[in-house]
């Protein structure tokens, strides 16, 4: 459910007209729905709360870091998951609560570690013995003891896409599962640490709800084990991972995770903390672009837009599916074309949709790609010297550019010529 409609044949979000925010901000530019933030936000907070879980839901920065979009999500009560210290700042910037925000992540450096446990987040979720030993060192050299939780790699198959699944033991993440007990035991001696909890995230867009429970499953063992040790666990960290709708899946509702959750860790007296990204994000969110040139090709036809995989990688990179279809709403029964849709950028990848069925669209006509809030903009780059896109978040009538769109001159002021090309002029 999202808030992009046709109204008088025009696309609109909420209730501003596609077309207006093109002409303010010029194409292409990602724009983001207030409501569908709101709306995805309240529906899984409520159904985490209705199986009566104690949960904190912290936003997953990495799927959209600006900090308006942070910021919605903040003032309806959501936290942080940060996973650098660039997002650590975003979310702070967006006036999360530091006791709101936790910190995820593979390879933080001891700048990092020290910036976050000056800043008092709520835990850092820890991958290794060496972050482990780093982080007490940090934390102890301030006086204090970090709350921590251990991140462990459950290896189940999240039966999702190669490059987005985290919870295999080849995987890089997390500590293995046979070892956790041992390294707790290494933590729990540590004097900057204090254990607080286990974390797990097994990866992304999963469709299933079957890899989830085998993984909490786990967790609940190891929790058994730990507090058999004498480790107090009372925080469990799930991650996010549950999958949206692109094309034809249907991924599990909000309320069925979280029965999911309560039938394996409900009775454990544990906080919940869960780092949805994607669900909150993908649907409020689409890229709009203006067509240049229809080509027509050999044996197809050609839509060429002026978005490009620099702005929105996913189909390059994953071959995702991410729904396309014009701003001006076609006549109902109108023709249809089979298309590829491509961007500008010199290199085959560079093609959003292959033999797509679209009405017949002109230069200079509107389109749009869908569900496109999580990890469009995000991870955009300027390949090409292709200037990032505008980011503009609409509230029922009214619309914000909460990113501009950098000036090449902006673009080329971090680049210099060293001395030894000499002066000239
Ligand atoms: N927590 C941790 C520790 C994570 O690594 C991730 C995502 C999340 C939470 C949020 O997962 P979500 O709820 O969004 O599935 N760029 C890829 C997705 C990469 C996900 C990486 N980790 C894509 O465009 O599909």
Redesign the pocket.
Same mark, same amino acid.
């Given at each position: 459910m999202n808030h992009f409609h046709y109204l008088n044949g025009e696309l609109h979000a909420e209730s501003v007209a596609i077309s207006r925010i093109a002409a303010r901000v010029g194409t292409p530019f990602y724009c983001y729905s207030t409501a569908t933030l709101a709306r995805h936000y309240t529906v899984f907070r409520d159904a985490l709360a209705a199986a009566g879980l104690d949960a904190t839901v912290c936003f997953?920065c990495? +799927?959209n870091p600006n900090i308006a979009v942070i910021r919605t999500l903040a003032e309806l009560g959501a936290g942080a998951?940060v996973v650098s210290e660039g997002e650590l700042r975003q979310a702070l910037a967006a006036g999360v609560p530091p006791a709101r925000i936790v910190f %995820?992540g593979v390879g933080k450096t001891r700048h990092e570690l020290e910036f976050a446990v000056a800043k008092g987040i709520l835990q850092i979720n820890v991958e290794s013995e060496p972050e482990l030993r780093l982080l007490s060192e940090v934390a102890a050299a301030r006086g204090i003891r970090m709350p921590v939780s251990i991140r462990v790699n459950p290896d189940v198959d999240a039966g999702t896409h190669a490059k987005?699944t985290?919870g295999k033991k080849e995987n890089k993440f997390g500590i293995e599962w046979t070892r956790a007990r041992e390294v707790y035991g290494l933590a729990a001696g540590l004097p900057g640490i204090e254990v607080v909890g286990v974390a797990c995230?097994i990866g %992304?867009?999963l469709t299933e709800l079957e890899p989830f429970r085998d993984a909490f499953v786990r967790v609940r063992d190891l929790v058994a084990m730990l507090r058999a040790d004498g480790i107090q666990i009372r925080r469990l960290d799930l =991650? =996010? =991972? !549950?999958g949206v709708p692109y094309e034809h899946e249907s991924p599990p509702s909000p309320a069925a995770y979280a029965e999911v959750i309560r039938a394996t860790l409900g009775d454990l007296n544990c906080r919940i903390i869960v780092?949805? =990204? *994607? !669900?909150l994000v993908g649907n409020a969110g689409i890229l709009v672009s203006k067509v240049i040139y229809v080509k027509e090709g050999a044996t197809r036809t050609f839509l060429i837009v002026d978005a490009a995989m620099n702005d929105l990688m *996913?189909p390059a990179l @994953?071959d +995702?599916h991410h729904a396309i279809f014009p701003v001006a709403e076609p006549a109902a029964g109108s023709a249809r074309i089979e298309v590829d849709v491509v961007g500008p950028v010199c290199e085959t990848g560079d093609t959003f949709a292959k033999q797509r069925s679209l009405p017949p669209m002109r230069a200079g006509d509107l389109l749009v790609f869908g569900t496109a809030g999580? @990890?469009g903009a995000a991870?955009s780059s300027t390949y090409n010297t292709r200037p990032l896109i505008p980011e503009v978040l609409v509230k029922d009538d009214d619309f914000a550019v909460v990113r501009a769109r950098p000036s090449y001159e902006d673009m080329l002021a971090l680049e210099s010529l060293p001395d030894w090309f000499g002066h000239e002029g």
């Open positions: 997953a990495k +799927a998951d %995820s987005i985290t995230h %992304s867009q =991650g =996010g =991972g !549950l780092e949805p =990204g *994607r !669900l *996913r @994953y +995702a999580a @990890y991870m």
